[in-house]
């Protein structure tokens, strides 16, 4: 089955730095890759996603970029604000019916 | 939040005990699905559903069960609670296409 692994674990950064978060995926197959951001004592919310049609996705200061060939899709969150920080989630699954697999979550910190 | 509500938020019960976790959705969503959120797992699927009646199992499913008779409604029961099952349960909805989550249910099996 699918296996997906996110790094870093934990990141932080300045007020206005990029953030970069990293996942790679085990299953050729998976074609959604969608990220999530939760904030304290709630439901992760989606932020963005791509499909393996598309090898980037932009929509304000956050983008997201996929490798097929090396099973790969990164978060890139650019001009970060202290609102940014929270775990964030990447996941990869079959777009359709969604049977995501999760990575294990990036804690980012972002400091005045 | 896309109507997604869940019930009870907090649950404190004891070991041994049946507890039924309530997912209700208002966006006649076809597919619903629930997962556990533990430190350093993720969010792990427990079970899913792809329509009235129709529930599969999914990653970690053991000592859980689904009911679905309702197209917003979706049940999760731990039929006799262990401490590993202290968690925050978190239900999920999409259409085809994004999938939405819920607020999470913190329980607690003492």
Known sequence: ?112 | DAGITQSPRHKVTETGTPVTLRCHQTENHRYMYWYRQDPGHGLRLIHYSYGVKDTDKGEVSDGYSVSRSKTEDFLLTLESATSSQTSVYFCATDNGGEQYFGPGTRLTVT
Request: aromatic share 8%.
């Open chain 1, 1 to 112: 089955g699918e296996n997906v692994e996110q790094h870093p674990s934990t990141l932080s950064v300045q007020e206005g730095d990029s953030a970069v978060i990293k996942c790679t995926y085990s299953d050729s197959a998976s074609n959604y890759f969608p990220w999530y951001k939760q904030e304290l004592g709630k439901g992760p919310q989606l932020i963005i996603d791509i499909r393996s049609n598309v090898g980037e996705k932009k929509d304000q200061r956050i983008a997201v970029t996929l490798n097929k060939t090396a099973k790969h899709f990164s978060l890139h969150i650019t001009e970060t604000q202290p609102e940014d920080s929270a775990v964030y989630f990447c996941a990869a699954g079959n777009t359709g019916f969604q049977k995501l697999v999760f990575g294990t979550g990036t804690r980012l910190l972002v400091s005045p």
